[in-house]
């Protein structure tokens, strides 16, 4: 790892961060970092990671809520991708999920709940099919 990644901020975040998008996800991010990109892996995980999500005043699964609307919002269907899992990982169900794109079809427009509904849809299926006893059909 990364000299500059040698922080107890940085530690407290990477929890966080693995437990959240996964730690298979998370150990790609910061292996493909390099001398450009360092500085802001460095900076969402110590700062999204560590301090936000590490916060008291929100629980996991009201910061995944709040975060799959505002990208829905912001039409960020890579991050709308990772946060789904997330969510998954949170407690949220298919459900809970379902209502969160509802609500933004209302508040931020029918294009960005099809969108971000669509990506959901196909994170839901593949953790569906991950979880699938092998030779089940």
Request: proline share 3%; aromatic share 6%.
């Amino acid at each position: 790892m990364r000299k500059e990644f040698n922080t107890e901020l940085f530690a407290k975040g990477l929890k966080n961060r693995q437990e959240v998008l996964g730690a298979e996800h998370v150990q790609k991010s910061l292996d493909a970092a390099d001398d450009f990109t360092a500085d802001m892996q460095k900076l969402v995980t110590e700062w999204c990671w560590g301090e936000l999500w590490g916060r008291p005043g929100l629980d996991r699964r009201t910061r995944s809520i709040v975060n799959l609307s505002m990208l829905s919002a912001l039409n960020r269907p890579h991050e709308i991708r990772l946060h789904v899992r997330g969510a998954l990982n949170n407690g949220l169900t298919q459900d809970d999920i379902k209502e969160i794109f509802l609500q933004v079809a209302i508040y931020c427009g029918v294009p960005a709940a099809l969108d971000g509904m669509k990506v959901a849809a196909e994170v839901i299926a593949e953790e569906k099919a991950k979880r699938k006893p092998a030779g089940a059909k």
